[in-house]
């Protein structure tokens, strides 16, 4: 005996339908539960892209992604993120448009690929198998030979002009979901009275005499190619393809209103069937069958034993041997194109949904496009059955009211069925059902594994600067500093620009957490130079760069091999179509390659498959803009709403929350997390871009919009109206939380002057701004000097005066203490300190920028060590969290080095 699981096993392998029946199953809850368990590596690769202003950063990343160049485009504000996918790094990078789409369709895509190899691994053994096929049949059969029967009597009985087939077609439909369940029983039906029609016509045609005719008139292997053919061409544009297509409903509807036709149809003379034209495309065809068969697809050889019923009505409809060998094989070819061209429409039909239908509706209308979608293949359906039923013979009915009442009430018997299936199905209501649907499309298509490429244009403007380091440390980065190779060819223009190219090593080098970093060096603008004097430009400009870049960033950038050179000319304004072609884009994308396939065994991402749901309720709270959220809140959240998530341990997700910010999707502070990275980006860029005067913006608030420009402070009303406006009004509660959050990473500072509570915008700092103090060195003072080697020290210094400026004991003063380059601090309200960013020549000659920390000693105050362990602290607390390949030295002035 076999049960309705076995039914709907076979129906699934042998693609008589879509399957959906077995993945609604518990064996299929399983495979996906499974699946969900399953490690899952991150093919991502981030590309930092960095820069000064207008050296063409942006450019640059659209001639990596195939995008238009514009010759005005506008400077980058905070940091462009893009995401974008390729097949291989070396080749086309296409930007995705939606990332968080793209995301969620990969997780699918991952899940479904696992559950459906499970579900292949746990497939019956052969006899087993072919036994359940065998009984699958036997029910087709039985259904057949109902409708066929029930046709025959009322056609002889001369019942015809009753809506006869209508009531058919409601109790075929109903057995059919007895026999084979809900899910796949409509998907039967249809098929079963595809094959009633065409078997009820290939009776009422006769078509074997003009096939013995044609035996006479060019022999039998001409006749049988025209019986293999005729029917085939039937079947594939009146029932395999629209089937296939998901259109048999609709289809049918038409055959509950029109009724037979008395006469026969004529169809010899149509130029289709003419022999020579047949003969070719018969080989054609049946080559493609064959190769099918050969590969093992079982949904051919399914079609083909359900054309058993067409072979057996014919044999017993026919009395002599050639008669009935015609039309088994007419049968036969029906079969075969049947199974070929139902998967390749089914596949198709796939491929659209998923790829344009499914998102439009999705935007269209969310809440019914399942029901919209199923109206619109009712009534494409409709439209196109009207030709198949004239084709067939069936002609308008006289009395046409209880044809249309029959039409209704199998649609109306038709939507009961799916309202009760809806009902029912569990993983509807879990709302698991677009899994199962995807799992249908992964099936058909297949999956194409991609590379993810993270692609970051930093602003290169210095306002936008210090907050690049929440998004420069990543140990799966690669770098791309891009700099002017006609700036570089001026002599003149040479040494800021080597200051510029010194600036973003020293960046990147404190930024990164591995001692592996990659940096390409890129010169843009290549086309600047003359063509004539090109070559000698490139080889000057890179003997340049190797003499006066320091030996310590050698290690760190990767030379251009296959050109010989220390860094990749490239030009950035290549039309789009002509980027495939651009040998210096193309050496530039094989470099990049090559660095990820010797990095990929080192440092690969991985997690459970389960992790990669989070990414749908990361898409869920970006459309309600919810960009922030305390942890805990997030924690409930996934517990409560997200079934692969709410078993999930803390411990766990915390783990999958790093693993998030790894792939740069979030940003995970202690106590918050940042759901949409950009808005970090749009949030700091909306304090440091200051309305221009004269805007709507900059009138509320004026006099506080030019303080924050004059002295880098903003009031607490500015803040708050700021920080309201970048966030949903849900989240207007938690903006005293989001200022701690901005403070405790160093991108705002609160401080007291007077009575009045300030905050201080570190980057809008005036570096001419005086300080009001009166600050003297005492007689008895400490004078020490902290040195970060090479590194470029502002973004330290500025850190620093954030945590010297919060922890000040003087906040009481009515006027501003720091400025960009220095500032005077009271440590518990006796020790007076003042620390200062300054040049300093060493023995060799080369400047760099130190700290110096002066502290006023007095009679009550005389241990220092105080105010040098609490800048320590600061210090460290700031290099661990920030530049974790930094160190620094602190000490007195050495008698050899002195203040420039």
């Not at 055959?255 to 149809?265: E, N, R, S, W």
């Amino acid at each position: 005996m076999t049960t309705p699981m076995d039914s709907s096993r076979a129906i699934y392998d042998m693609n008589l339908t879509p399957g959906r029946g077995y993945l609604d199953s518990t064996h299929s809850e399983e495979a996906f539960r499974d699946a969900l368990r399953k490690q899952n590596k991150y093919d991502r690769l981030e590309v930092n892209v960095l820069g000064e202003p207008r050296d063409g950063k942006t450019s640059t990343c659209k001639t990596l992604t195939h995008q238009p160049f514009d010759p005005y485009e506008k400077s980058t504000i905070g940091i462009k993120q893009d995401l974008a996918s390729t097949t291989n790094v070396s080749s086309t990078w296409t930007v995705l448009s939606d990332p968080s789409t793209a995301n969620i369709k990969e997780f699918r895509d991952t899940l479904c690929s696992h559950a459906i190899k499970a579900l292949e691994r746990h497939k019956p053994q052969f006899l087993q198998s072919l036994w359940q096929s065998v009984v699958c049949f036997l029910k087709i059969f039985f259904l057949t030979c109902i409708v066929l029967s029930i046709h025959y009597a009322a056609t002889t009985g001369n019942y015809k002009h009753l809506p006869y087939f209508g009531m058919t077609l409601i109790l075929m439909f109903s057995l059919s979901c007895l026999l084979f369940g809900i899910t796949d029983g409509s998907g039967v039906a249809v098929g079963v009275y595809d094959i009633a029609l065409l078997s009820e016509f290939s009776f009422r045609r006769k078509f074997y005499i003009d096939c013995i005719e044609a035996e006479r008139l060019s022999g039998i292997n001409m006749a049988t190619l025209e019986a293999f053919l005729y029917f085939a061409m039937i079947d594939v544009f009146f029932v395999s393809v629209p089937t296939g297509l998901s259109l048999g409903v609709g289809m049918a509807i038409n055959f509950c209103y029109f009724i037979p036709a008395d006469g026969l149809v004529d169809v010899q003379d149509l130029p289709l069937f003419n022999f020579h034209c047949i003969g070719f495309l018969g080989c054609v065809l049946i080559t493609l069958a064959a190769i099918k068969q050969l590969e093992g697809g079982n949904g051919t050889l399914a079609i083909f034993l359900a054309n058993i019923p067409v072979m057996l009505a014919g044999y017993l409809w026919y009395n002599d041997k050639k008669a009935y060998y015609y039309t088994a094989v007419s049968g036969f070819g029906c079969g075969i194109f049947h199974g070929l061209c139902l998967a390749c429409s089914f596949k198709l039909y796939v491929f659209v949904k998923h790829s344009f239908v499914d998102h439009f509706l999705e935007t269209f209308s969310p809440q019914n496009s399942r029901r919209i979608w199923r109206y619109a293949r009712y009534g494409t359906g409709l439209l196109w059955g009207i030709p198949m039923a004239t084709f067939l013979g069936w002609r308008s009915p006289a009395a046409k009211t209880m044809n249309l009442i029959c039409a209704a009430l199998f649609l109306l018997s038709l939507e009961m069925i799916i309202w009760f299936s809806s009902k029912s199905d569990i993983n509807l209501r879990k709302g698991k059902s677009h899994l199962k649907n995807h799992a249908l499309k992964v099936k058909k298509l297949g999956v194409q594994s991609k590379t993810q490429i993270v692609i970051k244009d930093f602003a290169g403007h210095p306002l936008y600067r210090y907050a690049h380091h929440i998004f420069l440390a990543n140990n799966n980065s690669i770098y791309l500093l891009v700099f002017n190779m006609a700036k570089a060819a001026v002599v003149k223009k040479r040494k800021k620009v080597l200051k510029q190219i010194t600036y973003w090593l020293s960046i990147i080098q404190g930024h990164a957490q591995s001692p592996d970093v990659n940096v390409f060096l890129v010169g843009t603008h290549r086309d600047s130079v003359k063509e004539r004097q090109r070559g000698e430009t490139i080889k000057m400009i890179n003997k340049w760069l190797i003499d006066n870049i320091s030996d310590k960033y050698h290690k760190m950038i990767h030379c251009n091999e296959n050109q010989k050179l220390f860094f990749f000319p490239i030009e950035n304004s290549i039309p789009t179509s002509e980027v495939e072609n651009d040998n210096d884009v193309s050496v530039l994308k094989n470099a990049i390659y090559r660095v990820k396939q010797s990095a990929d065994d080192m440092r690969v991402i991985s997690g459970p498959l389960r992790y990669n749901s989070f990414y749908e309720d990361l898409q869920a709270y970006r459309k309600k803009k919810m960009f922030i959220l305390k942890k805990n809140q997030l924690y409930d959240d996934l517990k409560n709403n997200n079934t692969s998530l709410s078993n999930t341990s803390d411990k766990d997700l915390e783990e999958m929350l790093n693993l998030f910010d790894s792939l740069r999707e979030i940003i995970h502070f202690s106590d918050f997390v940042i759901l949409k990275p950009q808005f970090l980006i749009d949030l700091m860029a909306s304090l440091v871009n200051i309305p221009l005067k004269g805007t709507q913006d900059r009138k509320h608030l004026a006099k506080d919009w030019t303080r924050l420009q004059g002295s880098g402070l903003a009031s607490e009303n500015l803040l708050n109206w700021v920080l309201k406006s970048n966030i949903p009004e849900t989240m207007h509660n938690e903006i005293n939380g989001l200022k701690l959050l901005l403070e405790k990473y160093d991108l705002l500072c609160k401080i007291q002057i007077m009575t009045q509570h300030m905050y201080l915008v570190p980057p809008l700092l005036s570096s001419n701004a005086e300080i009001k103090s009166q600050w003297k060195d005492a007689s008895r003072c400490v004078r020490l000097y902290i040195s970060f080697g090479d590194f470029h020290i502002e973004p330290i210094f500025l850190r620093l005066l954030c945590h010297c400026a919060r922890n000040d004991s003087a906040s009481h003063c009515d006027y501003l203490q720091v400025n960009r380059r220095y500032g005077t601090f009271v440590y518990q309200s006796s020790y007076p300190y003042r620390i200062e960013q300054i040049r300093m020549a060493a023995e060799n000659g080369i400047k760099k920028d130190v700290i110096k920390l002066t502290i006023n000693l007095s009679d009550t105050a005389q241990d220092s060590t105080l105010v040098i362990n609490m800048v320590h602290h600061y210090l460290i607390e700031i290099l661990q969290r920030h530049f974790q390949e930094c160190h620094y030295v602190l000490g007195p002035l050495c008698p050899v080095n002195k203040k420039v």
